[in-house]
């Protein structure tokens, strides 16, 4: 059951509701509208999935950072995986157990670091020189930091370069050939750093699950390797990265179930907790961003859908040439003509896309189009661009009663920070 549906009568429901009618309630400008109960079915997915190991579920609050949607997921159970020290204290604020949370990143800062040391979270080693900062960050703190080591098993993700981490000329984590170092130097500071496991997470938007099973594999033998050394290590976090269906082509990909079955035996046989940490897989498919077209041209050889969204408020297609479903949200008069259109925005970049040669009935002007998927790396990569203030964000609850999550930036909200000056 997916959360996003094209009834028989031609328009794009939203558990139940039609989004035309929501376009019709809210603010006269993009959206982006979830659906809470497919964050819910997503979630139980993974819980299904893990059924009988020992796990925390580690959302990637990078992925979406919406405040309701942390306080849902932490209320259904999830721990959060952090990126900054902002990240750490909204996860504090959203009522996340520290002691469920990871603290992941090679350019950490000490003031983050202390504050992740008072409250508990793991840290993940990413380098000699964070070493160092951890330990200064727990004398500071007055506190021992659980801490993982995070390696870099050189497995190719297979996935677009800006998004694969985990290749031996990755800017993160720490090569196997400097394991011994980093051991040594964890031994060596006894009172700051009590190593727990051993972390890795290798890219995003992975469509095969062997890649996971080799990374778990070298994984589990660098465990056997620490722990040879006495080392008491309970912790595999084999990172997050499971990607997901953005072609609506049907194609069956990997679910949650799949990707824990191939590691799940591993983790049994050492008798290891295992930490994953999804962002994309939880979060993406719950949500559309919804623009109005706000006219057709033609350039050349070149059709456009021209709409009130950009690539300020959704930028993966321009960075990564990603791709991500657009539909209309309203059936179309049978005789409409289909054409094939670029799906562009009003700011000033060539780059400025939604989506390139998709073919579309000709829209109306005012039509509602969708920007499916978007609940990933959408609004938490918006920027304000053009002063295209970022958007507000709405949920469909369990009721199906549609609510505001969060407000949309205005012009006002501009020109506070120059407030005094
Ligand atoms: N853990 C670590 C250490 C990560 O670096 C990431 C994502 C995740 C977990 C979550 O990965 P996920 O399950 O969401 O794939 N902006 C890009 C994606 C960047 C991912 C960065 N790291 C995009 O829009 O595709």
């Not at 703190?141 to 985990?166: E, M």
């Not at 300020?312 to 309203?330: D, N």
């Amino acid at each position: 059951q997916h959360c996003f549906t094209k009834s028989e009568d031609g328009y794009l429901y939203c558990e139940g509701n039609k989004v035309q009618d929501v376009m019709e309630v809210v603010e006269k400008r993009p959206f982006y509208l979830y659906s809470k109960p497919q964050i819910s079915r997503n979630v139980e997915a993974y819980k299904e999935a893990l059924e009988g190991l020992n796990s925390i579920i580690g959302y990637a609050i990078k992925a979406n950072n919406n405040l309701k949607i942390l306080e849902h997921l932490r209320n259904l159970g999830c721990g959060a995986v952090l990126v900054s020290g902002n990240e750490l204290k909204l996860a504090l604020h959203a009522g996340f157990d520290p002691t469920r949370c990871v603290f992941n990143g090679n350019g950490k800062i000490l003031e983050d670091l202390v504050l992740a040391a008072q409250e508990g979270v793991f840290v993940n080693i990413d380098s000699e020189f964070d070493l160092e900062n951890i330990v200064t960050a727990a004398r500071i703190a007055g506190k021992k930091v659980n801490v993982l080591l995070r390696i870099n098993p050189d497995v190719d993700p297979q996935v677009h370069p800006y998004v694969a981490t985990g290749n031996k000329n990755s800017k993160f984590g720490i090569r196997n050939e400097k394991l011994q170092w980093f051991l040594d130097s964890v031994k060596a500071h006894p009172q700051e750093l009590k190593l727990v496991g051993a972390h890795c997470h290798l890219g995003s938007t992975i469509t095969k699950v062997d890649i996971f099973r080799d990374a778990a594999v070298l994984m589990v033998n660098y465990i056997d390797e620490i722990r040879a050394q006495g080392f008491e290590i309970d912790y595999l976090n084999i990172g997050g990265g499971l990607g997901i269906d953005y072609y609506h082509t049907g194609a069956v990909l990997p679910t949650p179930r799949d990707l824990i079955d191939t590691v799940r035996e591993l983790v049994i046989s050492r008798n290891l907790n295992l930490i994953i940490e999804p962002g994309r897989s939880l979060i993406a498919n719950t949500c559309c961003l919804v623009n109005r077209v706000t006219g057709v041209k033609t350039n050349g050889t070149k059709n456009f859908v021209v709409i009130d969204g950009s690539m300020a408020e959704l930028i993966r297609p321009s960075l990564y040439g990603a791709y991500q479903h657009i539909e209309l949200v309203s059936p179309s008069p049978p005789d409409a003509e289909i054409s094939t259109y670029d799906v562009v925005g009003p700011v000033c970049e060539s780059a400025d896309f939604l989506g390139k040669d998709r073919e579309l009935p000709t829209p109306t002007n005012g039509a509602g189009l969708v920007v499916h998927d978007a609940g990933a790396y959408c609004m938490s990569m918006a920027s304000t661009y053009n002063l295209k203030m970022r958007p507000p964000e709405y949920w469909v609850e369990e009721d199906g009663a549609v609510t505001k999550i969060r407000h949309g930036e205005t012009f006002e909200d501009h020109l506070r920070f120059f407030e005094g000056l």
